[in-house]
């Protein structure tokens, strides 16, 4: 079956330490998106990517970087410089940016011990 | 900045009723909705979306509206079950201040449906 994998589903990371989320999706979708759910609150954009080697900065990029060497991988790194990294990051892709029905992971959910 | 907010962020209903979730949107721009159902623990879920050269679509057991007019979305399940108990999101299409889209969605709040048996 195709679908998103995302992976790990819970991560512990201490303070001043770099992580990776991964991201996976077997779709030969062309566009990939990571959100950072708060409880209580609505998705927002971190980073989103277009097409191979390409990627954009969204509503709070600030503290992530993404990579995009590969059409199935778009893998997030939380660094230090991220001050309130604890959240529940949810990974989406679709067809194409011009298509708005994602299809989304199952999130990992990080804590900062 | 535009964005996507809820009425009610709770809702409880009994079994077998009919459940309305409301959603008032700011971007007149915006030409596409989707909502989405959370349950905890998981990913959004896609549910069903809507163009807005439309004012109401219907799929199983779920109907969503839309009024331009006053920027106002609505999704109405119908006979709901507790397995519907989740999060409900409205979306809405991001555009760039000179009208391109990335596929960006800009989501709202969220609002919490529970179902009593």
């Known amino acids: 079956d195709g679908g998103i994998t995302q992976s790990p589903k819970y991560l512990f990371r201490k303070e001043g330490q770099n992580v990776t989320l991964s991201c996976e999706q077997n779709l030969n979708h062309d566009a990939m998106y990571w959100y950072r759910q708060d409880p209580g609150q609505g998705l927002r954009l971190i980073y989103y990517s277009q097409i191979v080697n390409d990627f954009q900065k969204g509503d709070i990029a600030e503290g992530y970087s993404v990579s995009r060497e590969k059409k199935e991988s778009f893998p997030l790194t939380v660094t230090s410089a991220q001050k309130n990294p604890t959240a529940f990051y949810l990974c989406a892709s679709s067809i194409d940016s011009a298509y708005y029905g994602y299809t989304f992971g199952s999130g990992t959910r990080l804590t900062v011990v | 900045g535009e964005s996507v907010g809820l009425h009610l962020p709770t809702l409880s209903v009994q079994e077998g009723d009919n459940s309305i979730i409301n959603c008032a949107y700011s971007?007149?721009?915006?030409?596409?909705f989707i909502w989405y159902k959370q349950e905890s623990g998981k990913g959004p879920q896609f549910i069903i979306d809507?163009?807005?050269?439309?004012d109401k679509r219907q799929g199983q057991r779920v109907t969503v509206l839309l009024n331009k007019t006053v920027k106002h979305l609505s999704l109405q399940i119908a006979a709901t079950q507790p397995g519907d108990s989740a999060v409900y999101f409205c979306a809405e299409n991001y555009r760039e201040a000179g009208g391109t889209s990335y596929g960006k969605l800009t989501f709202g709040q969220g609002t919490i449906l529970t179902v009593h048996p």
């Open positions: 809507i163009r807005s050269n439309m």
């Open positions: 971007n007149s721009a915006s030409d596409y």
